[in-house]
Nanobody, 120 residues
Framework: QVQLVESGGGLVQAGGSLRLSCAAS????????MGWYRQAPGKQRELVAT???????NYADSVKGRFAISRDNAKNTVYLQMNSLKSEDTAVYYC??????????????WGQGTQVTVSS
């Protein structure tokens, strides 16, 4: 069984920065892609950024140049550095991971979400 635990959300003024962290735990053999998604009130969940185990990254157009995703494979942790935050970045942010566990089992897992609120 695998768990993802996020931290780092909060309230910040427009133009400010936050750093989100997501740590995976359990009987993990390896983790393929990890990523961050977000869901604003009344909207569908959307991709923010992803990173492969080799370090290749992908970003939503709306966050390019402002957000940076990174990971520490030794700690099974993914980070999201968010700079120049805007009010439209306000959402619940979810961590996602494609995990190989128990030696050969594969599953896709979500964290519980962390609230990011940007005040204008």
């Amino acid at each position: 069984q695998v768990q993802l635990v996020e931290s780092g959300g909060g309230l910040v003024q427009a133009g400010g920065s936050l750093r989100l962290s997501c740590a995976a735990s359990g009987s993990i053999s390896s983790i393929n892609a990890m990523g961050w998604y977000r869901q604003a009130p009344g909207k569908q969940r959307e991709l923010v950024a992803t990173i492969t185990n080799g370090g290749s990254t992908n970003y939503a157009d709306s966050v390019k140049g402002r957000f940076a995703i990174s990971r520490d494979n030794a700690k099974n942790t993914v980070y999201l550095q968010m700079n120049s935050l805007k009010s439209e970045d306000t959402a619940v942010y979810y961590c996602n991971a494609d995990v190989i566990w128990g030696g050969y089992l594969r599953g896709n897992y979500w964290g519980q979400g962390t609230q990011v609120t940007v005040s204008s």
